[in-house]
Nanobody, 125 residues
């Protein structure tokens, strides 16, 4: 299993970024997918989840209404569209998945079986 995030960068408050996660080594369409983040000096935070088709999405309260998770099963890619970015969104963003979904949106490393290396998002003027 390989997950590779991209799309991070420096953006001004109020701006937008689109993160991507290219997946390989497993049947992407059969797996729930997740985005988590870790802000500097803070713990891991679950951000969003998307189930298999038909895609249902879930969001942390901190990003609801601003972030949109989506997936392209034909191209084995997960996305996170981030709008109205705030300085508090600054973090290393990870995509993750696990062998079996347990209905919990945990924020611990052990809650997920596979992780990418992350892509950095910095929101600053």
């Amino acid at each position: 299993v390989q997950l590779v995030e991209s799309g991070g960068g420096l953006v001004q408050p109020g701006g937008s970024l689109r993160l991507s996660c290219a997946a390989s080594g497993f049947t992407f369409s059969n797996f729930w997918m997740y985005w988590l983040r870790q802000a500097p000096g803070k713990g891991l935070e679950w951000v969003s989840a998307i189930n298999t088709e038909p895609s249902t999405t879930f969001y942390a309260d901190s990003v609801k209404g601003r972030f949109t998770i989506s997936r392209d099963n034909a191209n084995d890619t997960l996305y996170l569209q981030m709008n109205s970015l705030r300085p508090e969104d600054t973090a290393l963003y990870y995509c993750a998945t696990r062998e079996e979904d347990n209905g919990r949106f945990g924020s611990a490393w052990w809650d997920y079986d596979y992780w990418g290396e992350g892509t950095e998002v910095i929101v600053s003027a």
